[in-house]
């Protein structure tokens, strides 16, 4: 009988976790920036994370939690988060900065420091999914600058010929031709 009620007691705890698991969102998708929803200073992520163009924004959301955030001019320098961890994320041309990000609700809140700036970030979608709101706060000793960025779900991206960096054909490496 003992065991029966402890076998109860996990079961209960267990059905209780895995919903709180389940609510957590994915960021995955293409995301264009709502202009006239958002309001930003140039540069709109800390130490210029995205370039001059922050117009389209490319997000991989991993099953372990790391979500890996391209822009789509400046794919090279894409920045990734895993809450839990502390991560270097390229800001400026040459720079890192060491970021930890962690879960609030449904909410990723990533802050970090590099010499005199400091920075947060809380990212989080709508309900239904559709709309990424990036609200970033860089603290630098000239100020403190607010940034507000409002994402729509793109349809897929389609065909790799068709992307910014479109991909490239190598017949030669075809292996349906052996």
Same mark, same amino acid.
């Given at each position: 009988?003992?065991?029966?009620?402890?076998?109860?007691?996990?079961?209960?705890?267990?059905?209780?976790?895995?919903?709180?698991?389940?609510?957590?969102?994915?960021?995955?998708?293409?995301?264009?920036?709502?202009?006239?929803?958002?309001?930003?200073?140039?540069?709109?992520?800390?130490?210029?994370?995205?370039?001059?163009?922050?117009?389209?924004?490319?997000? #991989?959301?991993?099953?372990?939690? $790391?979500?890996?955030? &391209?822009?789509?001019? @400046?794919?090279?320098?894409?920045?990734?988060?895993? *809450?839990?961890?502390?991560?270097?994320?390229?800001?400026?041309?040459?720079?890192?900065?060491?970021?930890?990000?962690?879960?609030?609700?449904?909410?990723?809140?990533?802050?970090?420091?590099?010499?005199?700036?400091?920075?947060?970030?809380?990212?989080?979608?709508?309900?239904?999914?559709?709309?990424? #709101?990036?609200?970033?706060?860089? $603290?630098?000793?000239? &100020?403190?600058?607010? @940034?507000?960025?409002?994402?729509?779900?793109?349809? *897929?991206?389609?065909?790799?010929?068709?992307?910014?960096?479109?991909?490239?054909?190598?017949?030669?490496?075809?292996?349906?031709?052996?």
């Amino acid at each position: 009988m003992k065991h029966l009620v402890t076998i109860t007691v996990i079961l209960c705890l267990l059905s209780v976790a895995v919903p709180v698991r389940a609510q957590r969102p994915d960021f995955s998708g293409m995301w264009t920036l709502d202009r006239e929803a958002s309001e930003f200073n140039p540069p709109a992520f800390s130490g210029g994370r995205g370039g001059a163009d922050i117009g389209r924004l490319f997000i #991989t959301h991993a099953k372990n939690g $790391t979500l890996v955030i &391209g822009a789509e001019t @400046n794919a090279s320098k894409a920045w990734s988060y895993t *809450p839990g961890r502390e991560l270097s994320i390229p800001v400026g041309r040459d720079t890192t900065m060491m970021v930890a990000s962690r879960w609030e609700g449904t909410q990723i809140v990533v802050e970090g420091r590099q010499g005199d700036m400091q920075m947060r970030e809380v990212m989080s979608l709508s309900l239904n999914a559709e709309t990424l #709101t990036i609200e970033v706060t860089t $603290t630098t000793p000239e &100020g403190q600058t607010m @940034n507000r960025l409002v994402y729509t779900k793109d349809l *897929p991206v389609g065909p790799c010929e068709d992307w910014a960096m479109p991909c490239k054909d190598f017949p030669e490496h075809d292996v349906r031709r052996y």
